[in-house]
């Protein structure tokens, strides 16, 4: 297995964070990472990051969105799924680019669904054609969460 850096991008392509992951897997279509959530405690109300969490990270070049599974530490325990709806990601053996377009669901590990940040979503310059994309992600995302098929 290897170590890659990724790098978050906002929705113009300017980095807004990147770190370190390392590649579990991986074809031309998808690669699947792990990460160590590297940042203080982040209290989302739903749901607490904490430093040291384990992220399994699933990216696709031709998908709307990402799923990352969230653990408890480095424990088998599922917090739940995050997933961020965003233009397909790109790769190198290095590196992942991914340009995030603000709008975010969260899976709870029983299922419970939640749209976030409409609010930000909404002000983004983004084309008719984007919006579409985003919506379809969304879309998928959920049916994926009812049938319970999201990437661990």
């Known amino acids: ?82 997933c961020n709806i965003c233009r397909p990601a790109t790769w190198t053996s290095t590196a992942l680019r991914c340009e995030d377009l603000a709008l975010d669901v969260w899976v709870a590990a029983d299922g419970r669904v939640q749209l976030l940040d409409e609010d930000e979503f909404a002000a983004l310059a983004l084309s008719p054609v984007e919006r579409e994309q985003c919506r379809q992600a969304v879309a998928e995302v959920q049916r994926l969460a009812r049938e319970n098929c999201l990437p661990r």
């Open 1 to 82: 297995m290897s170590d890659l850096t990724v790098h978050k991008l906002d929705e113009k392509g300017i980095e807004v964070w990147q770190y370190p992951a390392r590649l579990l897997a991986g074809s031309a279509m998808c690669v699947q990472l792990e990460a160590t959530f590297n940042r203080d405690l982040v209290d989302m109300g739903f749901t607490r990051f904490e430093r040291g969490d384990r992220f399994v990270e699933t990216f696709y070049a031709d998908r709307w969105y990402n799923v990352f599974a969230v653990y408890d530490g480095d424990s088998t325990k599922l917090k739940g799924w995050y």
